[in-house]
Structures are given as C-alpha cells and as structure tokens.
C-alpha cells in the first residue's frame, strides 16, 4: 500500500507531529513534505517508503482500502 497525501497528514495529527519533526525522523525535506501533502508534487517510492517507515517506528498503523477507506491509526503500546 503506497502512502496517501491524506494519511501522511492524519499520521502527523495522531503523533501530534509538524512536517519539521517528520523532516528529523525522516531525513525527508521538510519543503517534499509539504509539497507531498498538499499534492502539489509525487515523491519517489522511496521518499514515500521514508516517510512510511519514520511515522511507523513512531507508533502509527496504516490500513488498507479493503472497502472502507484507507486510514490511519497509533498502535497500542
């Protein structure tokens, strides 16, 4: 499942998480961020595959389409 501009944001939200702090987690311009979330611009697969894997160490669990949506949730700790 590639990243969405929406879950990227929603992921930010739940974590409570500026697109700098995701620059740092991430080594992700914080200017690709932005442009990314606003869909102004897509990222390689691997920028995407960065972002993914900083916001999934922090806690975030991503779900799949399978009917409902994708979405976004934190894993319980």
Do not use: H
Request: hydrophobic fraction near 45%; glycine fraction near 10%; charge should be positive.
């Amino acid at each position: 499942m590639e990243l969405s501009p929406a879950q990227c944001r929603a992921a930010r939200a739940l974590l409570n998480w500026s697109q700098g702090e995701l620059e740092t987690a991430s080594a992700v311009a914080k200017k690709t961020i932005a442009d990314f979330e606003r869909e102004a611009r897509a990222p390689y697969p691997r920028t995407l595959a960065g972002l993914r894997a900083a916001l999934e160490s922090a806690g975030v669990a991503f779900i799949d389409e399978n009917g409902g949506g994708a979405g976004v949730r934190l894993r319980k700790r």
